[in-house]
């Protein structure tokens, strides 16, 4: 059975029931620079641009029925940041599981 979803992009697409669309939105430190993004080993399309004077990159990631992604995040920061990383979760019908793996700044 397929679902007809509006895309961000005005597209529809027909996808699997259950399918999850979903943006995902990185704001970095000032002063960083994004060498990669990767959605399980390949490159999407991306939009990177400042958001308030800070690096900002989204990219619309597509999880199948049942099944889970990675994202991979490579990015150059400024040797003067510290403190750990802050990952807010937009609270959603179902409970995702959300692991961070990045070291803390200035350690």
Request: no cysteine.
């Given at each position: 059975m397929l679902d007809s979803v509006i895309a961000s992009d005005a597209t529809v697409r027909n996808l699997p029931k259950g399918t999850n669309l979903s943006n995902v939105e990185m704001l970095m430190t000032k002063g960083s620079v994004v060498k990669e993004?990767?959605?399980?080993?390949?490159?999407?399309?991306?939009?990177?641009?400042?958001?308030?004077?800070?690096?900002?990159?989204?990219?619309?990631?597509?999880?199948?029925?049942?099944?889970?992604?990675?994202?991979?995040?490579?990015?150059?920061?400024?040797?003067?940041?510290?403190?750990?990383?802050?990952v807010p979760i937009q609270p959603l019908v179902d409970d995702p599981t959300v692991q961070v793996d990045v070291p803390v700044c200035g350690e």
């Open positions: 993004i990767t959605v399980d080993g390949s490159s999407p399309m991306r939009v990177e641009q400042p958001l308030n004077g800070r690096p900002y990159v989204a990219t619309a990631v597509q999880i199948p029925p049942g099944e889970t992604v990675t994202i991979e995040l490579t990015l150059e920061k400024p040797t003067m940041a510290r403190g750990e990383a802050v």
